[in-house]
């Protein structure tokens, strides 16, 4: 087996796309915290999107890179596209958890905890969607490693929606945050083992390459347009300041008759 086919571009293009996802779901997270309750779905959501798309697209690009020799590889489309709406509902669930109940330490380790469970989830799901010549077999230890990895990865990702509100601290944080997600797959592939079967790649497969690219454009675009909606959507204080009714101004009157002014 060979994780790294084509050397670093995989790891790199995975870990930009992770990076991406998850400085524009913080920004997003960051948003909706200074609003009303009942205002703050949108922009939940929207993060929800962009961090579960992101991880997904980045363990798929990653996953353009492993070959095994003398073997070809190809998935299940339907459970591999089951594994991205698994990676959006529960980073939403997690993003929620916080987004409602910023204050609650156990909201924040409850989210956190469902939400690298359900990255690990999805993780797995991908693979579980991989049809090949043989067998897939895992190190449960090494298994057990990256789903702890996943979990204090979601949790310190919420816990960074909750306290980085700044710019450029929720850039340094997508860095973190992207290594985090990237050392959890690379982590989970170390458990790794294909056992050669006496069959050939079973039918109805898709090669990675062909489902991955555009779906990954298209998740990209997507961010690309969460970006633009941070950027044009005012903030909250120039808001309040916009709905704000304006001074009246001050009238003077002259009175016609004595020359007073009122």
């Known amino acids: 087996m060979d994780g790294f086919t084509y050397g670093w571009l995989n790891p790199a293009l995975a870990y930009l796309v992770a990076c991406l996802g998850a400085v524009i779901g913080l920004r997003c997270t960051a948003r909706a915290l200074t609003l009303p ?63 409602y109940w910023p204050d609650s330490s156990l909201a924040l380790y409850l989210g956190g905890t469902l939400t690298g469970l359900g990255v690990a989830a999805m993780h797995y799901m991908g693979m579980a969607a991989m049809e090949l010549g043989g067998s897939v077999e895992y190190n449960l230890w090494i298994v057990a490693a990256s789903v702890a990895i996943a979990v204090f990865a979601a949790t310190a990702a919420l816990w960074m929606t909750l306290n980085i509100s700044r710019a450029w601290a929720s850039f340094a944080s997508a860095l973190v945050a992207g290594v985090a997600v990237c050392a959890m797959h690379y982590t989970a592939m170390l458990a790794v083992s294909v056992r050669f079967g006496t069959g050939a790649t079973p039918a109805g497969g898709v090669p990675v390459d062909q489902f991955v690219f555009p779906v990954a454009v298209g998740i990209v675009a997507f961010i690309t347009l969460s970006v633009i909606v941070v950027a044009l959507a005012p903030e909250v204080r120039l808001q309040q300041e916009l709905a704000a009714p304006a001074a009246p101004q001050a009238r003077i009157k002259v009175d016609l008759f004595d020359g007073s002014l009122r």
């Open 37 to 99: 309750r009942r205002r703050r779905i949108g922009w939940l959501l929207l993060a929800s999107g962009c961090i579960g798309g992101g991880i997904w697209a980045m363990h798929f690009i990653a996953m353009m890179g492993f070959t095994v020799t003398n073997m070809s590889i190809t998935y299940d489309l339907r459970l591999t596209l089951l594994s991205l709406l698994v990676a959006i509902v529960v980073v939403g669930f997690g993003v929620c958890c916080v987004g």
